[in-house]
């Protein structure tokens, strides 16, 4: 009897063991770190999409995830210790906006780590030497494209203003992402016979005397694209702006929300779902970064915006052709 007795324990600790050891391989979660450059509108809107990608996909924060988010408002040493820190101590890392990835993959690099990023919000990722090739990534790296239908809106401009002949170009210098939209823009506009007049910033105290010098030099609208600087700070450029009645035709919605005029841009939100469906990818299907193509939106996912306030304060009318594409 005391045999039975002391084989029944045992096997009694080794079912609790077994039990306790199942417990815990439940609890275990994916640990996904999130690096967004700084807070305005379309990086906000990218991160909300990308979690609630996640969820809706079943990967709930907290259930069987843990999401830890970072943001250090553009500052280069916070970036850099929390992108060391995030690649360190996840699976998985999200950076928005480029000079995010970078910082990501560049810790990742230093740290010989295999964690696997994704980008989104990053407008030629090839530019940015994120990837070898939108089509073939060949990293640890791959995510979403946010170019923007930059053709597209150039030519609103001109819907909005048919007798105009110059058009005036305002981005942040320093921002990659920024030049390659204005690059694109320039030819449009030379390609429709207008003029285009470049004028670049910093950083945010500028804003203000760099459009007034635009404006000065005979400009009838101002066109900025997806930039970060500007972004967080459109006030500064759209109050000289309308002072002179000149629209700004912005690259992304929230830019138009803040204070721009119109745009035909893409949704932030729904980049911010690609990017989630993408790490889906790799957690159920086992893809890797390196044969991952770079995703974009198409031109039947971008939204027209207007902001009818501003038309109001330059006093301009929203021609038909326009106003019958508003949904």
């Known amino acids: 009897m005391k045999t039975f ?61 843990t999401i830890t988010y970072q943001n250090p408002e553009a500052d280069e040493s916070s970036m850099s210790t929390m992108s060391r820190s995030l690649v360190r101590d996840n699976e998985f890392v999200l950076g928005i906006a480029t000079p995010a990835a970078v910082a990501l993959q560049a810790a990742a690099k230093s740290q010989n780590s295999d964690c696997k990023i994704l980008f ?11 990837v070898a090739s939108n089509e073939a990534p060949g990293g640890n790296i791959t995510g979403t494209s946010d170019i923007n239908p930059v053709k597209e809106q150039i030519e609103l401009i001109k819907e909005l203003l048919p007798n105009a002949t110059s058009i005036g170009i305002v981005y942040t210098i320093s921002e990659t992402n920024s030049k390659v939209q204005a690059d694109l823009a320039e030819a449009q506009i030379k390609a429709m016979g207008l003029n285009a007049t470049i004028a670049t910033i910093s950083d945010a105290t500028e804003i203000t005397s760099v459009t007034r010098q635009l404006i000065s030099k005979g400009i009838d609208a101002i066109y900025i694209p997806t930039d ?86 330059i006093g ?12």
């Open 228 to 313: 970060n600087t500007l972004a967080s700070n459109m006030p500064a450029l759209t109050n000289v702006a309308y002072e002179s009645k000149i629209p700004v035709v912005c690259g992304e919605p929230n830019m138009v929300t803040a204070g721009g005029t119109i745009t035909l841009g893409i949704d932030y939100y729904r980049l911010g779902q690609q990017t989630a469906t993408m790490l889906v990818d790799m957690l159920k299907n086992g893809k890797t970064p390196a044969t991952m193509a770079v995703q974009t939106q198409s031109l039947a996912d971008c939204e027209l915006t207007v902001n009818e306030a501003a038309l109001t304060k």
């Open 120 to 130: 989104t919000a990053v407008t030629d990722a090839v530019d940015a030497k994120l």
């Open 316 to 327: 301009l009318t929203l021609p038909s052709s326009i106003r019958d594409r508003l949904s």
């Open 5 to 65: 007795r002391k084989l029944g324990l045992a096997l009694s600790l080794v079912c609790a063991s077994m039990s306790l050891a199942s417990c815990s391989q439940k609890e275990e979660k994916t640990k996904i770190g999130i690096l967004q450059l700084l807070t305005h509108g379309a990086l906000d809107s990218a991160k909300e999409g990308f979690v609630d990608g996640l969820a809706s996909a079943g990967y709930v924060d907290g259930e069987n995830i």
